[in-house]
């Protein structure tokens, strides 16, 4: 059974950081890209960072590049995302995903707000 876990999110000010974790389960992790979703309040889940299964190819959309990094330790299941500079923008619920195939596996989400 696969099982991912956020966690890390909190309420932080505008510049500040965080660190989100998402730790994995009950597949071969080694062998899947791993991703950040990201759901902010009125819109859909959009994705907004990427890691293959080497962690040596990463991908992050336009709004949060130069800003978040992914970076994932195979050894431990583990994969997080460093929030840097945050925004009021970046407030939503953040999710860790991974696929095989046709089937899609989500966590349950990790609250992030960024605010004075």
Known sequence: QVVL???GG????????????CAASGFRFDTHIMRW???????ERAEIAQIDDSGLATWYTESVKGRFTISRDNSK?????????????????YYCYTYWVQDE??????????AS
Request: hydrophobic share 30%.
């Open 105 to 114: 596996f989500w966590g349950r989400g990790t609250q992030v707000t960024v």
């Open 37 to 43: 979703y990201r759901q902010t309040p009125g819109k």
């Open 5 to 7: 876990v956020e966690s």
């Open 77 to 93: 299941n583990m994969v997080w995302l460093q929030m840097d500079r945050l925004k009021p923008e970046d407030t939503g619920v």
């Open 10 to 21: 909190g309420t932080v000010q505008p510049g500040g950081s965080l660190r989100l974790s």
